[in-house]
């Protein structure tokens, strides 16, 4: 394609050699491709430039910044946003392209199918543990994501309009085994204490304490993780401790 590129895809990537091939492999249907590379210290360069991608190098600990960061140096009047263990699959790519040709709106929701291990769990997700769609095509200029470490909250352009949520879905590899996913509530939670002490407001154990309760059942009842066995069941528990977790090494942890 001549002149700008139309369609940009983002990837941020940490040290995800492992999981860019494959990644960057699976955007060659957009015009252009664009990798920041936040603080990487293996060969995720060396991968993103060999598949033709432009890259970003530099330091950001605070995720919504580096995604700002990605989305002013895309070049396309869409941008379509891919994590580094996210694939998409030939459907998907074909939609995408459809709907920038065609849409009216500003952003559309793409759904995920998300996998623990070589498992697919496409029930339960959601309350800041997984989510089973997201804002990832939009246009240029229309969000701005805010300065949290994790789960960064969005700010929408006045007057944005959201378009039809996209059928086909993307390809999300989550976690690696239930140790992985472990790690990652460990991860996620000491990265949300840390947001929880800088904004002042931890808010109140009692709260906290009820969450496990309501998001538990968000996710095994309202969001059938039930249907997903054991497997939905360890995704709702998660879900459950996300916030109580956030409280208690904000309010005790003096390092993390």
Known sequence: MTGEPQLSALVVAHNEAANLPDCLDSLRFCDEIVVVLDRCTDDSKAIAEAAGARTLEGAWPVEGDR???????????????????????????????????????????????????????????????????APRLCRKGVKTWGRQRVHPALTWKDGARQGERLRARMVHYADASISDMLARLDRYTTA???????????????????????????????????????????????????PILSYLKARYDETD
């Open 67 to 133: 995604r700002n960061a990605g989305n002013d140096a895309c070049r396309g009047a869409w941008i379509f946003e891919v994590d580094a263990d996210e694939r998409v699959p030939e459907a998907l790519a074909q939609e995408i392209r459809a709907t920038v040709r065609a849409s009216d709106a500003d952003y559309h929701l793409v759904p995920f199918d998300n996998y623990i291990g070589g498992r697919l769990v496409r029930h339960g997700w959601g309350a800041s543990f997984g989510v089973s769609s």
């Open 192 to 242: 949300r204490a840390r947001d929880l002490r800088e904004s002042g407001n931890l808010g109140s154990a009692a709260r906290n304490y009820r969450r496990i309760v309501t998001r538990f059942w968000k996710c095994f009842v309202s969001r059938k993780g039930y249907r997903e066995g054991g497997l939905g069941f360890l995704v709702a528990v998660c879900a459950g401790l996300y």
